[in-house]
């Protein structure tokens, strides 16, 4: 019994090719099918997290309204006509709403956390500098100040709260 090599190899090259063509068409089918398992556990956490996110931005709005010197000043009346106690009565609240609101950051995308943070620091800045000023000598003098500091140049926390509502734009 002699094997003819030539048609044996004849006869497999067929098998060869089919049998690397189901490997191949096997891993495409499995890739697609885990991309596809995947796009869908992404939507479906999508459709869990977007209220979550939707909130947080609401929150941020909120505070950023809150410490809005207007609102903060309307809100805070001075408990003596000493200045200095009532810039530390300011700052103590931008801060304490500011705590009460960490958490919100993992919501956020960094950008807008990091305009937030601005937005809170420009405040305290806007409230400290003007308890600097040499004409500001009571409480009620401060807050005509600052005022109309806001009136001329517009609150801090009004650009903040124009990129939040651009992000929630791109976000929906």
């Known amino acids: 019994m002699k094997i003819e090599i030539i048609p044996l190899i004849i006869s497999l090259?067929?098998?060869?090719?089919?049998?690397?063509l189901a490997v191949y068409f096997f891993k495409l089918h499995t890739t697609n099918e885990e991309k596809r398992?995947?796009?869908l556990l992404h939507r479906e956490n999508q459709k869990q997290s977007l209220p979550l996110r939707l909130q947080?931005?609401?929150r941020m709005i909120l505070f950023?309204?809150?410490?809005?010197?207007?609102?903060?000043l309307t809100r805070i009346a001075p408990i003596s006509e000493n200045k200095k106690d009532y810039e530390s009565?300011?700052?103590?609240?931008?801060?304490?709403?500011?705590?009460?609101?960490?958490?919100?950051?993992?919501?956020?995308?960094?950008?807008?956390?990091?305009?937030?943070?601005?937005?809170?620091?420009?405040?305290?800045?806007?409230i400290r500098k003007t308890a600097l000023k040499e004409d500001v000598d009571s409480?009620?003098?401060?807050?005509?100040?600052?005022?109309?500091?806001?009136?001329?140049?517009?609150?801090?926390?009004?650009?903040?709260?124009?990129?939040?509502?651009e992000e929630i734009g791109d976000l929906l």
């Open 64 to 72: 950023l309204e809150r410490i809005s010197p207007g609102n903060l």
């Open 37 to 39: 398992r995947r796009f």
């Open 89 to 126: 009565l300011l700052t103590h609240t931008i801060d304490q709403e500011f705590e009460h609101n960490l958490t919100q950051q993992i919501y956020v995308s960094d950008e807008c956390w990091n305009t937030l943070k601005a937005s809170k620091n420009a405040t305290i800045a806007l």
């Open 56 to 58: 947080a931005y609401e």
């Open 13 to 20: 090259v067929p098998a060869i090719l089919i049998t690397l």
């Open 139 to 165: 409480a009620d003098k401060m807050r005509e100040v600052i005022l109309t500091e806001l009136i001329e140049k517009g609150a801090p926390s009004d650009t903040a709260i124009a990129i939040i509502k």
